[in-house]
């Protein structure tokens, strides 16, 4: 089987078991870093603001630091990634190496240091943060270039990334499967802890199989190792790549929209529908489940149209599944036993609004990402390394300002992370419009910007 690989020139002419299994390996590539980031995109903001008690506005800056940070490691592991040389290519060594420490990152994330001052806790917290995004980086990032490396077939790009996502969603799954047992009351640090030391091993297990099952399909990649990759700056990469520029802005505008809903989701439920906290941590995995069915249309559509139109379907149904949410009603009784039939039908329509939300936002982590490598064709003089760095680092620093922006709104808008606290009307009033107008409008922008990539003509980038 070895051989038949190494002969293969494009990953997409692989058929039968041995195409199978790289889809499988490559699916698994995401699940462990997808594990982490649904954890930390759910339950990082609330475990600040509630079992750690930092005002929301200062938990936004925490996040937004953290991010950043690691945002400006990302250029840097791309372009070393791009020039690194091993028996299995340029991109698994990097998985290998840092799956152990990223664990250790993950467990020290949820660790609430015994420093009684706020300044001195907020500054560990910075500090674990960073590494935490850094050694994400190491991993991610390298593994996100592959897909250009494997093929430069756009269908079989797309389908890897379905595989991709999917993977990412399953684990995703996981993690809120493990939060609603874990964390049923958001005050209590050591509920986070306990569902760190299950999800810390279980992360660095996924990596490591996909890096050792991918290894034998990266010893032929499409795209060879540059010796001396030409540096470029981001700047530079707009500016010469015109498909970058439009991948760039949709990708802005799309992670904008999720990392809002996700901050806002584990407080919207509770504070706003009133849901039970340990309810509201189950009632999330529709929206894992919507993403995976999102997932399967999107690539469905792609296969017998373009992603255009997939773009177009999943905005679309994330558009219905946002203002659905944005005017759920509040139940009038807290759910239990002896709920009656309407609240039980509330509940069903939270559900299906949160499951709508799940596969529109499908589109946010695909299409990005499957546009990337036509982007990256256009300019064979520089590394698939340094492309995805840059990509990677547009979303850490996007998410990072929407987190910022959200612990901002909602202090400014007089909310407290305090459990039992009956919120004022204005933090109720941004908790809705950060389920719903505010990723409207920014799926609407997307949308404007997806026509005028389509309009390119065939074989445009750089220049």
């Known amino acids: 089987m070895i051989a038949a690989i190494e002969e293969s020139v494009d990953a997409c002419r692989l058929t039968g078991w041995p195409r199978q299994r790289l889809l499988i390996f490559f699916a698994l590539g995401d699940s462990g870093t997808g594990l982490a980031a649904t954890l930390m995109g759910f339950y990082l903001f609330v475990f600040y603001t509630s079992a750690a008690d930092l005002p929301g506005w200062l938990a936004g800056i925490v996040l937004m630091v953290g991010r950043f940070a690691g945002a400006f490691s990302d250029p840097a592991v791309g372009r070393l990634c791009d020039a690194t040389r091993s028996r299995w290519g340029s991109r698994i060594p990097w998985m290998l190496a840092a799956s152990i420490p990223f664990g250790v990152s993950m467990l020290l994330l949820w660790w609430i240091p015994p420093v009684f001052t706020l300044p001195a806790r907020t500054a560990v917290f910075v500090l ?9 980086t190491c991993i991610n990032l390298p593994y996100s270039s592959l897909a250009s490396d494997l093929t430069q077939d756009d269908r079989f790009r797309t389908r890897l990334n379905t595989a991709r996502f999917t993977g990412s969603v399953l684990s995703g799954l996981v993690a809120i499967t493990l939060g609603a047992l874990f964390v049923d009351n958001y005050s209590d640090p050591r509920a986070y802890f306990g569902l760190a030391c299950v999800a810390a091993p279980l992360i660095v297990v996924l990596t490591l199989i996909s890096a050792l099952g991918m290894a034998p399909y990266c ?245």
């Open 128 to 136: 674990i943060s960073f590494a935490a995004y850094t050694l994400y």
């Open 219 to 463: 010893r032929a990649l499409r795209r060879p190792v540059v010796a001396k990759p030409v540096r470029r700056s981001f700047i530079s990469l707009l500016r010469r790549n015109q498909r970058f520029r439009y991948v760039i802005a949709i990708a802005m505008l799309l992670m904008l929209a999720i990392q809002i809903m996700q901050a806002a989701s584990l407080i919207y439920l509770p504070v706003v529908v009133r849901l039970p906290e340990s309810l509201s941590t189950w009632v999330l995995l529709p929206f894992e489940i919507g993403m995976l069915i999102g997932l399967r249309v999107v690539n469905l559509v792609v296969s017998r149209s373009h992603l255009g139109s997939a773009f177009v379907v999943g905005a679309a149904i994330w558009i219905v599944g946002s203002l659905l949410a944005m005017f759920m009603p509040p139940m009038v009784e807290r759910a239990g036993e002896g709920m009656q039939f309407l609240d039980q039908l509330h509940l069903l329509l939270v559900v299906a609004a949160i499951t709508l939300v799940g596969f529109g936002a499908s589109v946010a982590y695909l299409i990005p990402w499957s546009m990337l490598p036509g982007a990256i064709d256009g300019d064979p003089e520089t590394g698939a390394g340094q492309y995805t760095a840059w990509m990677v680092f547009g979303q850490k620093v996007y998410a990072g300002l929407a987190i910022f922006v959200f612990g901002l709104m909602i202090s400014l808008a007089g909310y407290s992370g305090v459990r039992g606290l009956d919120q004022p009307p204005s933090a109720l009033l941004v908790l809705r419009a950060c389920m719903g107008i505010i990723p409207v409008g920014l799926t609407l922008l997307a949308f404007g910007v997806m026509r005028r990539w389509r309009r390119l003509p065939v074989g445009v980038a750089v220049g």
